[in-house]
């Protein structure tokens, strides 16, 4: 069996997964959910999980630390018995900074927000396994942020396509973009975005900036490898275009979105060297 495989018999499972969340629970257990490849999100409670084994210290499940699960899936919609569980990965250095960790804990809204109960999700959980271990390394923060964001959403069934107009069909090079409109889930070019008899067209985004729109296309059509580096403003107004589709579909602003667009990431952005290879072109 592959480790990200979700082996079932009898109502038990083996499984890998991401911890998203984790509550105290009387004195010695937890309520915890996991992202898993087979089987989406599930919640579990875990008994004596604080509990000391015969050697060592109680160790307790940690959020953002990749575990091999033994679990037993309820039938009721009450929670999944974890019957073993043991640390496979901590992925430590997103406690090294605080922009690694707000890049962490944003993969965390983003998986709960975007997954399901019982809904397959292997290839974005490859993705988020994958940006845990960047980001762990202090690694392309900005960029990796937004490929996170895309595998979300292209999960969801939801990405954007950034290619050409969503209304015309033309392309960047003849007419430049104008606005991202949420109702028709892209970008309109200058022709078809700018406002028509003095009224602007009702949701929409501005997204004037060629290389955030450039760099928007790049990503959704990357799949795995290297990934293309970009420069931090057109990673910070390419973000900003993504955030406005979330909110839009969500109906709702996440969280960690003041603090992805606080000091540290502004920072971190800062430091990546432009002109380096594989940046976008303006
Ligand atoms: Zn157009």
Redesign the pocket.
Known sequence: MKSSDTDRKGGRSISEGICLRRLDYGNTSQVVSFLTPGAGRIDCMARGAWRAPKKGVAAGIDLLAKYRLHYKTSRHGSLDTLLDFSMIEHFGGLRLSAGRAICGYYGVELMRNFTAHEQDCGQLYGVFLDKLRQFAAGERLGTGVLELEIAALRHYGSCPDFSC?A??R?SWEK?APSHFCARRGGV??R??GEPRGGKMMPDVYPAHKVSAVTLLCHLCRETGGAGVAAEPDAAVAAGKILRYHISRLLGKELRMWKYLHGRHYTRSLARMRPGSPGVVPN
């Open positions: 107009c209304e015309c033309g007419v309109l070019c022709h078809c």
